[in-house]
């Protein structure tokens, strides 16, 4: 595996300077390492995929960010990007996670259309970051890698491209994302950002909450992809293509 600060795509790099000088970054990579090292097959997805999210949009491109938590920790499904997987995993089959299903439901609620596969790479080229708040997994085993030390650096970001792109959109969906509100909060530029909360769009939490991702009986949705788009139009800036791809 190549040195990781190489690994991120320049114009991240620069976002992310001082965090990259910092003990709490090299401690990271050493851990990382490590775990590779010890689990060489076994870390999702693989290590050139940790920064997909960051190569696919880079800062000055970004228009929505979406909050995931950790990637898929099942076989074949992981690729850098939160939500997404790759586009020959069929819609109907079990391996089609119930999140992305959720989110097509809302697509379709609210007159976009519905996903044609899960791969979100094309949202990803448009503005939309794709992060999730750890960039690894070990294979099998849910949130493994949080402790290694990927808090810091998400944290860092998030902070940073909150005060350098101030009039973002940030979909905050499910409690493990809406506890990064404060660092977005504190970007203190005066422009305020979009900021649109929802309980997670997986299983059955999708209709709890006081904030549903969607209402019960599929009735109608947090209407958060229509949202994004009146906002970026308010911009002046190119609405999000969401079902095309």
Known sequence: MRNLTDAI??????????YLQSAAWHELQSRLQAEIR????????????????LELTAVDQVK?????????????????LAFSI??????????FPSSLRNISKALALEGLGLL???????????????????????????????????????????LQLARQRPNLVWLLWGGHAQAKLPLIERSETGIQ??????????????????????EAGNTGSCRHFIQSNQWLQKLGKAEISWASG
Do not use: M
Not at 64 to 80: F, R, T, W
Not at 129 to 135: E, I, P
């Open 9 to 18: 795509p320049l114009s991240w790099r620069e976002l992310l300077r001082d």
């Open 38 to 53: 010890l689990y060489p097959q076994a870390i999702c997805p693989p290590p050139e995929f940790f920064f997909k999210a």
């Open 64 to 80: 929505v960010v979406i909050l995931g938590q950790d990637p898929y920790h099942s076989p074949g499904l992981a690729q850098g």
């Open 86 to 95: 790759p586009a020959d995993i069929a819609i109907r089959s079990k391996q």
């Open 116 to 158: 044609k596969h899960g791969d979100l790479s094309h949202w990803a080229k448009q503005g939309v970051l794709l992060l999730n708040t750890a960039l690894s997994v070990r294979l099998g085993k849910p949130t493994s890698h949080t402790h290694l030390g990927w808090g810091s650096l998400i944290d860092h970001l998030i």
């Open 193 to 214: 950002p979009l900021i649109l909360q929802a309980s997670h769009p997986s299983g059955l939490g999708v209709y709890k909450t006081k904030k549903p991702f969607l």
